[in-house]
């Protein structure tokens, strides 16, 4: 049964070499964001709550992909609902919008998260168990991270992964509303991948806890606007 509270579970992020993003949630409490890009906004018409999940070396500024390459996804179907490509396509229209960041789908494969990074290979969304790996069994819904490569002095995000949980999805795939409980948990999990980290504002998407939020607040877009405009690598 789930309780009609709205239920607080705090998130552990842990930096290594790559940045990591765990998002503990309710799925009962989401509904559908729209399933459209969203314009980008101009710089001078953002504010909010928003944070970054690691600076440049010099703190001058957030780490990000290069804005001037798209970055390349592949997926693992592996455990997905049947309607996964619609999912994947609109967690990326939600972010290339506010953002300007292009993405590209270059294919399916059968590579399984946790694999040594290439810096050159794709971003990899796929589906496993994450449950007994740092967080209450049943209620870890996805993790995301990026690796961080330096050049000339000048961090950015080379590639990374997106996990979700394939026993959470199992569950909610049946259900008429499926894909309204589960856009949110790509989207915020594709939040982290691009650079955005957890805010305690509950008007926010990047929220760490879970209240109900659905789209991107105001400091969300100020932040996706932000790694938008980074320079070229």
Not at 9 to 26: E, N, Y
Not at 140 to 153: H, M
Not at 182 to 204: K, N, R, T
Request: glycine share 12%; with cysteine; hydrophobic share 40%.
């Amino acid at each position: 049964m789930v309780s009609t509270g709205v239920r607080r579970h705090h998130l552990t992020i842990a930096i290594l070499a790559v940045v990591t993003a765990t998002l503990v949630l309710t799925v009962a409490s989401w509904l559908n964001p729209l399933k459209r890009g969203i314009d980008r906004p101009p710089a001078d018409t953002v504010t909010g709550n928003h944070a970054f999940s690691t600076l440049q070396p010099d703190a001058s500024g957030p780490v990000g992909y290069d804005p001037c390459r798209p970055i390349r996804i592949t997926v693992n179907p592996d455990g997905a609902p049947p309607d996964w490509r619609d999912l994947v396509d609109t967690a990326i229209a939600h972010v290339a919008g506010p953002s300007g960041l292009r993405f590209e789908v270059v294919g399916v494969t059968g590579d399984l998260p946790g694999r040594i990074l290439d810096g050159d290979a794709p971003v990899l969304v796929s589906w496993a168990r994450l449950a007994g790996t740092g967080e209450p069994d049943g209620d870890v819904a996805g993790r995301a991270y990026s690796l961080t490569i330096l050049d000339r002095g000048h961090s950015y995000y080379a590639t990374g992964e997106v996990t979700l949980d394939l026993d959470r999805f199992r569950e909610l795939a049946p259900r008429p509303d499926a894909d309204r409980v589960l856009q949110p948990i790509l989207d915020h999990q594709l939040g982290h991948l691009v650079g955005l980290a957890h805010v305690d504002d509950e008007g926010e998407l990047m929220n760490r806890l879970d209240v109900g939020r659905t789209t991107w607040g105001p400091g969300d877009l100020a932040g996706l606007a932000a790694l938008g405009r980074l320079p070229c690598a």
